[in-house]
């Protein structure tokens, strides 16, 4: 055997038992990814306050001017008295007068009291009271997913797509994979 020849030979063992070698690590450590089966959001409701006003037409009682009904008791008991004094035969009939003036006093007054019962006005208010907006935002991802023939669910900070990593067996469930033990970090 010449030379070139056996160095042919030792370099084509070496390099089929490197591959070799590579294969079967490959095949030990297991498969680089674990399949999504589903992702399902996990959310979460937040609610937030704001003031909704709006205007309203309120009707409400006027303020009372003439509290004792003076204008009313005296405007009756004059009628009353004129009213008296007619019924009386317009004559020297003083009992039918003061008869007519108490009877249109009373009836002044009420009728005073009545009208300031009744004596309102319409207003425009602004009312507000305080509502809650809802809405949902999205805090994790339950993922189930298949490494190898088993399959399991995980709790994920995000959504990741058709596929998880693996590592030494392991998911790895961060966005950033750390670097490899000795390689340059930049």
Known sequence: MNKSMLTGVVLGVAVATAAGGF???KMLSGPEFAEVLSVTPVTESIKTPREECK??????????????????????????????????????????????????????NQIQGKMQESDTYQATERRCKTVNDISQRTIAYDVQYRLGKETGQ?????????????????????????????????
């Not at 009682?61 to 009628?79: C, F, L, R, S, Y």
Request: hydrophobic share 40%; net charge positive.
């Open 23 to 25: 294969a079967g690590y």
């Open 55 to 108: 205007d309203v037409v309120v009707t409400r009682k006027q303020p009372v001017k003439d509290e004792h009904k003076i204008a009313g008791t005296a405007i009756g008991a004059v009628a009353g008295g004129l009213a008296g004094d007619a019924i009386g035969g317009h004559g020297k009939n003083t009992g039918a007068k003061i008869a007519g003036a108490v009877v249109g006093g009373v009836a002044g």
């Open 154 to 186: 995980v709790r994920m900070e995000y959504d990741p797509g058709a596929m998880i990593p693996v590592r030494d067996g392991q998911l790895v469930l961060s966005r950033t994979v750390p670097a490899a033990a000795g390689s340059p970090q930049g």
